[in-house]
């Protein structure tokens, strides 16, 4: 896997080697995009960054991962944490920070103490005067992998979204420019930096579900989902795949090319490329129920859409699956979960509805089935 590629510290000698403008031109020659779900340009990134006058700058490295469905970044963490170490110096070097951050999803607290000691032994022969990166433990919170939570959270603030513009990248930790990106993105960028035949069309998929073999694969985008289902080998019959919570529910299509597009077509989005498998055992209502209970239970509550649509939506798939339902319940479900898509101050509640608009759009007919018990 390209991903466990090692650097050993030779990418950053190479990085200082470039200065900063060489390493951005280096990024952006590579074509590394952001591995979080937007595939925003890291070289741009940076650049924004460092180029915001400020007397101080912070790099964060988002290791959450709160998205149902992933567990990538632990994977790296587990089996490469010192080229992720690099690729966060590389980063504090290109934009000029002394000041660095991983924020480690809570649940990941078991991986800190090894962590602790491969940055120290990492920063000890970088030689980098001043350089720092303290491990925050994450506040057990969805919403804290969004940027302005994440931020508000690493301050000791309470982890909820914040108004954007200003971004983090020109106003984030203490007002300052804050350069986050996730683990995978920053494990690239070293290896991107040293390798020359780094491969940007690689990506790292998370597989669970009704399959023999979840786990962490790493497929070139365009990949057939037969291929992967070759590797992933369901248990029983297919009946659908779901991109985390955040992503959508769609039907599986052996044929399909997995890329953003293909994705896209099917109302979803395809997010970091975690895939639940869904057997034609389940009725996608349950699902889709399940995944409320979560955003309602995960919502921070700070803006109104979000805060009391989650609720509203969790008690309409209530009554549905109670067999009280009605055709009526649907059509105000979707216009609901539209509804809070539009008005939502942060990412979570902009995806709450996904799911129910997917499930509605590719699985009717599971609706109609509890629809029939009444």
Same mark, same amino acid.
């Given at each position: 896997?390209?991903?466990?590629?090692?650097?050993?510290?030779?990418?950053?000698?190479?990085? !200082?080697?470039?200065?900063?403008?060489?390493?951005?031109?280096?990024?952006?020659?590579?074509?590394?995009?952001?591995?979080?779900?937007?595939?925003?340009?890291?070289? *741009?990134?940076? +650049?924004?960054?460092?180029?915001?006058?400020?007397?101080? !700058?912070?790099?964060?490295?988002?290791?959450?991962?709160?998205?149902?469905?992933?567990?990538?970044? %632990?994977?790296?963490?587990?089996?490469?944490?010192?080229?992720?170490?690099?690729?966060?110096?590389?980063?504090?070097?290109?934009? $000029?920070?002394?000041?660095?951050?991983?924020?480690?999803? $809570?649940?990941?607290?078991?991986?800190?103490?090894?962590?602790?000691? +491969?940055?120290?032994?990492?920063? =000890?022969?970088?030689?980098? %005067?001043?350089?720092?990166?303290?491990?925050?433990?994450?506040?057990?919170?969805?919403?804290? $992998?969004?940027?302005?939570?994440?931020?508000?959270?690493?301050?000791?603030? !309470?982890?909820?979204?914040?108004?954007?513009?200003?971004?983090?990248?020109? +106003?984030?930790?203490?007002? *300052?420019?804050?350069?986050?990106?996730?683990?995978?993105?920053?494990?690239?960028?070293? +290896?991107?930096?040293?390798?020359?035949?780094?491969?940007?069309?690689?990506?790292?998929?998370?597989?669970?579900?009704?399959?023999?073999?979840?786990?962490?694969?790493?497929?070139?985008?365009?990949? *057939?989902?037969?291929?992967?289902?070759?590797?992933?080998?369901?248990?029983?019959?297919? %009946?659908?795949?779901?991109?985390?919570?955040?992503?959508?529910?769609?039907?599986?299509?052996?044929?399909?090319?997995?890329?953003?597009?293909?994705?896209?077509?099917?109302?979803?989005?395809?997010?970091?490329? =975690?895939?639940?498998?869904?057997?034609?055992?389940?009725?996608?209502?349950?699902?889709? &129920?399940?995944?409320?209970?979560?955003?309602? &239970?995960?919502?921070?509550?700070?803006?109104?859409?979000?805060?009391?649509?989650?609720?509203?939506?969790?008690?309409?798939?209530?009554?549905?699956?109670?067999?009280?339902?009605?055709?009526?319940?649907?059509?105000?479900?979707?216009?609901?979960?539209?509804?809070?898509?539009?008005? =939502?101050?942060?990412?979570?509640?902009?995806?709450? $509805?996904?799911?129910?608009?997917?499930?509605?759009?590719?699985? =009717?007919?599971?609706?109609?089935?509890?629809?029939?018990? %009444?």
């Amino acid at each position: 896997m390209q991903i466990l590629c090692q650097t050993n510290l030779d990418a950053l000698e190479k990085a !200082r080697m470039l200065g900063s403008n060489g390493v951005l031109s280096l990024l952006e020659k590579k074509g590394l995009e952001g591995r979080g779900g937007a595939a925003f340009s890291t070289a *741009k990134k940076w +650049q924004t960054c460092r180029d915001t006058p400020a007397d101080e !700058r912070f790099v964060v490295c988002n290791a959450d991962e709160g998205e149902p469905g992933s567990f990538k970044d %632990k994977f790296i963490i587990r089996c490469n944490a010192e080229t992720l170490i690099e690729g966060i110096l590389i980063a504090a070097y290109t934009i $000029g920070a002394k000041r660095c951050f991983i924020y480690l999803r $809570g649940e990941y607290d078991y991986l800190r103490p090894r962590l602790q000691e +491969q940055i120290e032994d990492v920063i =000890s022969r970088a030689k980098m %005067k001043g350089v720092t990166i303290e491990i925050v433990r994450g506040a057990g919170a969805y919403i804290c $992998g969004e940027s302005t939570a994440l931020v508000q959270s690493i301050m000791g603030f !309470r982890g909820a979204a914040m108004y954007k513009p200003p971004n983090p990248t020109r +106003q984030g930790l203490w007002g *300052k420019p804050t350069l986050i990106n996730n683990v995978e993105t920053l494990t690239c960028a070293a +290896q991107a930096v040293l390798f020359d035949d780094w491969d940007a069309n690689l990506r790292l998929f998370s597989l669970s579900g009704n399959i023999k073999n979840p786990g962490v694969y790493e497929f070139p985008l365009g990949v *057939k989902m037969s291929t992967v289902l070759d590797v992933a080998r369901p248990e029983k019959k297919l %009946k659908a795949m779901s991109f985390g919570c955040f992503g959508g529910i769609m039907p599986v299509d052996k044929s399909m090319s997995i890329t953003p597009e293909a994705i896209c077509k099917g109302d979803c989005q395809q997010g970091n490329y =975690s895939i639940i498998f869904i057997d034609e055992t389940h009725n996608i209502v349950d699902i889709v &129920y399940s995944i409320a209970k979560f955003y309602t &239970y995960e919502s921070c509550g700070k803006c109104t859409p979000c805060r009391e649509g989650t609720v509203r939506m969790l008690n309409l798939l209530k009554k549905i699956r109670s067999g009280e339902g009605e055709k009526k319940d649907l059509q105000l479900l979707r216009e609901l979960a539209m509804h809070i898509q539009e008005t =939502s101050l942060c990412g979570l509640g902009e995806s709450c $509805g996904n799911h129910i608009l997917t499930s509605l759009e590719h699985f =009717s007919k599971d609706y109609e089935t509890y629809l029939a018990k %009444k």
